[in-house]
């Protein structure tokens, strides 16, 4: 494996206020009747939009919903896509792959992965593994063989409602078995009509960005500067060298700041850590990494439970104060 990787993924928490960036909430991931969802495309919008979310993308199975079929509110970005189903050659179910900033319907059904991920790269839009831990996704047989996705679906509402939301082992495993770091998404997948509860509003993407628009919002998320949450805010984390000349292997301190957490969890690229304060809640954590991590990402539980996913980042190019 290379060792000297260069860090791919921006930091979103060294993106400053004062350079004028600011946090958006998004979902990317949500049905319509032009699918199997239950809502029409105006009122999964206005759903969205009434929630207080700053960007959505109708992204419904096989088929581009226009975004020019709805009406958003001025500061609202719409970014337009698709959840796309190529046959999986490779033995495992169906590919769900959610791509974003598209223009052009493509026949995914019969295409192979891979020409669905070119095609959505040529368009300029991005490509992202749905749900795996839904769609029994097997890394080493089924994306393994295929290039050009942009990053994974962490967590996904609807999925959780079937015991399968959570797809972080998955994400884990993709990037050690290619030794690169890749971007994650939070997203509700809703199909339902919000009056039930079932999968609305509860996962969603923080971007960090400096204009409201599709085009920032996508290259954001592409690039890591996001969070993937179901309830608790990630505010900050600063990563530091603390390791002594003669030290054996570089040591890493990590202060995460949040909003009420009970529990971070430190996931490297083997074994972890955790931090916790037996019973009560904090607002921010500072810990050290395994010792000789190569990569670290973090999960904060919030007092509820619920969770909030932090990008990879890169420890190997970490320098000492
Ligand atoms: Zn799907
Ligand atoms: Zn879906």
């Given at each position: 494996m290379p060792q000297d990787a260069t860090p791919n993924l921006v930091d979103p928490f060294t993106l400053k206020d004062e350079d004028g960036y600011f946090w958006v909430k998004g979902n990317l991931h949500s049905h319509t009747t032009n699918s199997d969802g239950k809502p029409s495309p105006q009122e999964r919008l206005d759903g969205y939009v009434n929630q207080g979310y700053d960007f959505l993308c109708l992204s419904d199975h096989?088929?581009?919903?226009r975004i020019d079929t709805v009406t958003a509110p001025e500061d609202f970005v719409l970014i337009q896509g698709a959840e796309l189903h190529p046959h999986n050659p490779f033995g495992g179910q169906v590919h769900h792959f959610v791509a974003l900033n598209i223009h052009e319907d493509m026949d995914s059904a019969k295409m192979p992965p891979q020409h669905v991920i070119d095609e959505v790269n040529r368009q300029g839009g991005c490509i992202w593994l749905a749900h795996p831990h839904w769609s029994s996704v097997n890394i080493l047989r089924d994306t393994l063989p295929l290039h050009g996705l942009a990053g994974i679906e962490v967590f996904n509402t609807t999925c959780r409602c079937m015991?399968?939301?959570e797809s972080g082992v998955h994400w884990d495993d993709w990037m050690s078995l290619e030794d690169r770091l890749y971007p994650a998404l939070a997203h509700d997948d809703s199909h339902a009509l919000e009056a039930t509860r079932r999968d609305t509003y509860q996962g969603w993407t923080m971007a960090r960005v400096k204009e409201r628009s599709a085009q920032a919002i996508v290259q954001a998320l592409a690039s890591g500067a996001s969070y993937g949450s179901s309830g608790p805010q990630i505010r900050d984390i600063q990563l530091r060298r603390i390791d002594q000349d003669g030290d054996k292997q570089p040591m890493v301190e990590a202060t995460v700041g949040s909003s009420q957490a009970q529990r971070i969890a430190a996931i490297c690229?083997?074994?972890?850590?955790?931090?916790?304060?037996?019973?009560?809640?904090?607002?921010?954590?500072?810990?050290?990494?395994?010792?000789?991590?190569?990569?670290?990402?973090?999960?904060v539980v919030g007092a509820d439970g619920a969770k909030a996913w932090s990008n990879p980042y890169d420890l190997r190019h970490l320098k000492r104060d």
């Open positions: 096989y088929t581009i919903t015991g399968r939301g690229d083997s074994y972890g850590g955790e931090y916790h304060e037996h019973g009560k809640t904090f607002e921010q954590a500072t810990f050290t990494l395994r010792a000789g991590a190569r990569w670290v990402r973090f999960e």
